[in-house]
């Protein structure tokens, strides 16, 4: 049987691309203490080597659960997640989340000690000596050289999630999760980490799943967008925002897919109150 009748790429031909993260048909449920809550329902997406794919949608979405479940937090009741072909079912240093929260640092421990015990206790290094190398690449790659000795309640908030960025990169993950990591920042220090993160990723080509509710952000950030719906949520588009940036953040091109996103998340909402209005 030849290459090709057996399913071979036929020669010359680029290899298939291999995603690195596969979600499919997930449904994410929670209890609170009256309810059963559905957080997603039937959601598909793929994430692939190097992409920033973003998780966009209203409060209430389940952008977040769905990163809890890719991080090995919650089990979908159905539905899988498979990173690099395996099954999620448990946390592992292949996954590092960042948080929104600035207090994510150990407070006992300074902006070094703070990456170097994630190295140390994640597997990726058993010498401190190496640890200290890649944390010090790490703080010089997130601009806080200077400040390698200084404990977090020294810091401001954007330092603090410089922080936490470098030490969940410097993990080496197979996908960093980001869980609105800039939503408490002021609007030019969340600029500026924007700025910043996209850099270190032109540096790296790091893979990142990034929840956002900004649909700028998701603009700027995103090589990829998932457009979820209100609660559950569900998929209501996958777009390519490869082609925007802070360069073109205005330009007739960006307001134009901003307000078609606007018109996704938010035309179920307006339909309902129009229903409620004439009920």
Known sequence: MSQSAAGAAPAGAAPAVVPILEVQGVTLQYKTKEHLITATYRVDFSVYPADRFVLLGPSGCGKSTLLKGVAGFMRPVEGEMRLKGRRIVAPGPDRVMVFQEFDQLLPWKTVRQNITFALRNGGRCSRESD??????????????????????????????????????????????????????????????????????????????????????????????ILVLSPHPGQVKAELNANQHSHANLGSPEFIALQARIHDMLFADRVLEDEIARRG
């Open 131 to 224: 640890a200290d190398e890649i944390a010090m690449d790490y703080i010089r790659k997130v601009k806080l050289t200077g400040f390698e000795n200084t404990f977090p309640h020294m810091l401001s908030g954007g330092m603090k999630q410089r922080v936490a960025i470098a030490r969940g990169m410097a993990m080496e993950p197979d996908i960093l999760l980001m869980d609105e990591p800039f939503a408490a920042l002021d609007a030019l220090t969340r600029r500026q980490m924007q700025e910043e993160l996209l850099g270190l990723w032109d540096d790296t080509r790091f893979t990142v799943l990034f929840v956002t509710h900004s649909i700028e952000e998701a603009l700027l950030v995103g090589s990829r």
